[in-house]
T-cell receptor
Framework: NAGVTQTPKFQVLKTGQSMTLQCAQD?????MYWYRQDPGMGLRLIYY???????DKGEVPNGYNVSRLNKREFSLRLESAAPSQTSVYFC?????????????FGQGTRLTVV | RKEVEQDPGPFNVPEGATVAFNCTYS??????FFWYRQDCRKEPKLLMS???SGNEDGRFTAQLNRASQYISLLIRDSKLSDSATYLC????????????FGAGTRLAVHP
């Protein structure tokens, strides 16, 4: 039971470097999300994809881009990393509709930008 | 104003205490509601969904008041293992399926 898998788990970047965070889910969920969590704070939505082929900005999209590659995969790209992007990044997926729509999370990526 | 607001905490309570967390949401298009639990440096996990009629799961009771746009979580007979951060989560209706998290309330249960 893999659920939601994020890679990498840890990453250190230099200011200005780029990288892509990968996320894949095996629960046949339509919706996928990227959140960031800063120390002592809640989860803030960066981007989400309600269904394959669609993506929408969340609360804090600046400095990020996303790609919903297929139903399983949703990647987050930092084109030019900044120290303000040091955070823990969580990917999540959920179903849609009135039925049970709880979100399942990956284990997180701890990113440090120096 | 934040879309989902919670008690700031932290709540420090002795074992056996009853503790209540509150949450308000601003978007009337909110459709589904949840409480998640997050342990230190771990991913959030679903504690319970919140239904219109209110629901209970063992020592945990969740209530929803749509008119006041208010959600609550009651924990009875607190255990040391209940120490965690509790996150209020709201899902918006329509095709968006957007999940919005509150900042969380930290609970510390002591012997």
């Amino acid at each position: 039971n893999a659920g939601v898998t994020q890679t990498p788990k840890f990453q250190v970047l230099k200011t200005g470097q780029s990288m892509t965070l990968q996320c894949a889910q095996d629960m046949n969920h339509n919706s996928m999300y990227w959140y960031r969590q800063d120390p002592g704070m809640g989860l803030r939505l960066i981007y989400y994809s309600a269904s394959e082929g669609t993506t929408d900005k969340g609360e804090v999209p600046n400095g990020y881009n996303v790609s919903r590659l297929n139903k399983r995969e949703f990647s987050l790209r930092l084109e030019s990393a900044a120290p303000s992007q040091t955070s823990v990044y969580f990917c999540a997926s959920s179903g849609m509709g009135q039925a049970k729509t709880e979100a399942f999370f990956g284990q997180g990526t701890r990113l440090t930008v120096v | 104003r934040k879309e989902v607001e919670q008690d700031p905490g932290p709540f420090n309570v002795p074992e056996g205490a009853t503790v209540a967390f509150n949450c308000t949401y601003s978007n009337s298009a909110s459709q589904s509601f949840f409480w998640y639990r997050q342990d230190c440096r771990k991913e959030p996990k679903l504690l319970m969904s919140v239904y219109s009629s209110g629901n209970e799961d063992g020592r945990f009771t969740a209530q929803l008041n749509r008119a006041s746009q208010y959600i609550s979580l009651l924990i009875r007979d607190s255990k040391l293992s209940d120490s965690a951060t509790y996150l209020c989560v709201v899902r918006l209706s329509g095709g968006y399926n957007k999940l919005i998290f509150g900042a969380g309330t930290r609970l510390a249960v002591h012997p």
